[in-house]
């Protein structure tokens, strides 16, 4: 007799019911006074999922959550897909058009909001059909802390789910074009939770602590997900702040952490001050975008005793793809390290050959943790998965071991006088400047490159008043004059969004009519923009 698919299979639900089996004692989740067992959150998170469906929703349905990092937003996507419904997590950071189009698009039947952001959705224009609030909401019957803190006997769910469900809308960030929602299935994430603890060598006993935003891919489902896999205890934090982010690390004897590089960058300041406060940790993570090389050596120094491990991928994959371990940092600092185990990846060129070893191609990837396509774009799916692999857009460098090490996104070249600059090769000269402590480049047009090459850049505080010849100057040490910044643009930080990545559409909308409008005399010069810009 054929086995029913509940049977066999395995969806994210499962993966807590498992831990909470094993060890229904064991410490699980921490968020300031509260804190849960893993048998205590299985059954919070069962009561949220039974009153979701109490209310109306069904299979299928997409249910929105627009909040920061709480005990309450991981009870609401815990609750979500044991009862089935797709859960969207949405940019907290977000509002009016860019809020109305996540949750207009995905389509969603619901949405749970931070009260403290509650004006910034009634603003969005947006009516969903059922609303309620993330913690701390007044009316019990439409609060998801409420509903977890409930009591009486716990109701049991239907059965139903299975692991070619969706579970989730994983919106892109949408850097350089409207964000695209990536339809991740049960299946897709468990796989992806084995790939990252088996990478990141984690352990059921090791204290994490979880302070990107949970809205974002890497932190829920990198770290938070693959720890509660293992039944390991986490603190969560409501923001990456630098100051309670190593005060955390003192006060849980925290082991393990987890941020984007321009967290490290901002940690950084703090541990050069003393580094006695991450006495206790043994692995930093960092990811979401490019670690500057002269950051990660610096860092290395100051925590001599840390493995640092160098995560990369993108949501579309779960999110991770590859990973450098600490003991390949010493050889390839710069990689982004070689695929984890359920990813077939390959760098290839436009007619999908893999490119010689040390030659510059796209990332490909084949794998169960992909994503089934975007959320009703079937055209961006075909493009995607053109010729069965799917293109991540990412150019990168194979060398003959497998380790990979990224060049640019595709989208972010800079085509100059008809020669090709990866962006990534100018910052990294100029993030070895003493006075930089952030560095974007981008392309601005111009009447005479078409293209030129623009650096903006972000000082250190207290390194007096670098200019841009000083920094073109330096440049040129290391690259090539093509690639030396035609212009160099000063301000007083980059645009990113709250997981901490680099907007370049930003800037590239911001000072991209002004660079239009520039004279071209011949020199370079620097376009003044109504920012702080020397020449």
């Known amino acids: 007799m054929q086995k029913t698919m509940s049977a066999l299979g395995s969806t994210v639900g499962d993966i807590l019911r498992r831990s909470a089996r094993r060890a229904p004692s064991a410490p699980a989740l921490h968020f300031g006074e509260r804190s849960f067992t893993y048998r205590q959150l299985d059954e919070a998170s069962t009561r949220v999922a039974a009153a979701l469906l109490a209310r109306g929703l069904c299979k299928g349905d997409r249910v929105a959550a627009f909040g920061k990092n709480s005990d309450a937003y991981v009870l609401l996507w815990l609750g979500a897909v044991k009862a089935g419904l797709v859960h969207v997590p949405v940019n907290y950071a977000l509002a009016g058009a860019e809020l109305a189009y996540i949750v207009r698009q995905s389509g969603a039947r619901a949405i749970f909001v931070d009260p403290a952001l509650s004006a910034a959705f009634a603003g969005c224009g947006v009516s969903v059909e059922i609303t309620g609030t993330l913690r701390d909401g007044e009316d019990g019957s439409r609060d998801v802390l409420a509903w977890a803190q409930a009591k009486g006997e716990l109701l049991v769910l239907p059965e139903g789910v299975e692991d070619d469900d969706v579970a989730q809308l994983l919106y892109t960030s949408g850097t350089t074009a409207a964000p695209k929602g990536a339809v991740m299935t049960h299946r897709a994430f468990v796989h992806h939770y084995a790939s990252a603890a088996m990478a990141l060598e984690m352990r059921g006993t090791e204290r994490q602590l979880h302070a990107l935003p949970l809205y974002h891919s890497a932190q829920m489902h990198v770290f938070l997900m693959p720890s509660l896999m293992l039944g390991a205890p986490n603190w969560i934090l409501e923001a990456p702040d630098p100051a309670r982010v190593i005060a955390a690390f003192a006060a849980h004897d925290i082991e393990a952490f987890f941020a984007a590089p321009t967290v490290w960058i901002a940690l950084l300041a703090q541990l050069d001050k003393g580094a006695e406060g991450a006495r206790s940790l043994r692995k930093a993570f960092y990811g979401a975008s490019i670690m500057p090389v002269p950051i990660l050596q610096r860092l290395r120094q100051l925590l001599p005793d840390i493995g640092f491990y160098n995560c990369f991928g993108q949501s579309e994959i779960g999110p991770l793809a590859t990973v450098l371990r ?120 111009d009447p005479r490159w078409i293209e030129a090459v623009t650096a903006v850049v972000v000082r250190k505080e207290g390194s007096g008043e670098v200019g841009e010849a000083e920094l073109m100057a330096h440049a040129r040490q290391t690259l090539a004059p093509f690639k030396v910044p035609k212009r160099v643009i000063f301000v007083e930080e980059l645009p990113r969004n709250s997981a901490g990545k680099l907007l370049k559409r930003v800037l590239k909308e911001q000072f991209g009519g002004a660079a239009a409008e520039g004279r071209d005399d011949g020199r370079d010069g620097v376009t003044r923009h109504g920012v702080s810009s020397e020449g």
Do not use: N
Request: proline share 6%; with cysteine.
């Open 326 to 445: 600490p003991e390949e940092h010493d050889a390839r600092p710069a990689s982004a390290g070689r695929a984890v185990a359920f990813v077939d990846m390959r760098v290839v060129d436009d007619d999908l050959r893999d490119v010689a070893a040390g030659e510059v191609g796209e990332v490909v990837y084949r794998s169960p943790q992909l994503c089934a396509g975007y959320w009703e774009k079937p055209e961006e799916t075909e493009e995607a998965f053109a010729g069965d692999w799917f293109h991540s857009g990412d150019l990168a460098r194979i060398d003959a071991e497998g380790f990979i090490t990224i060049v640019d996104r595709k989208k972010d070249i800079i085509k100059t006088g008809g020669i090709l600059v990866a962006s990534r090769e100018v910052e990294e000269a100029l993030f070895t400047h003493p006075a930089v402590r952030e560095v974007a480049v981008i392309p601005l047009p």
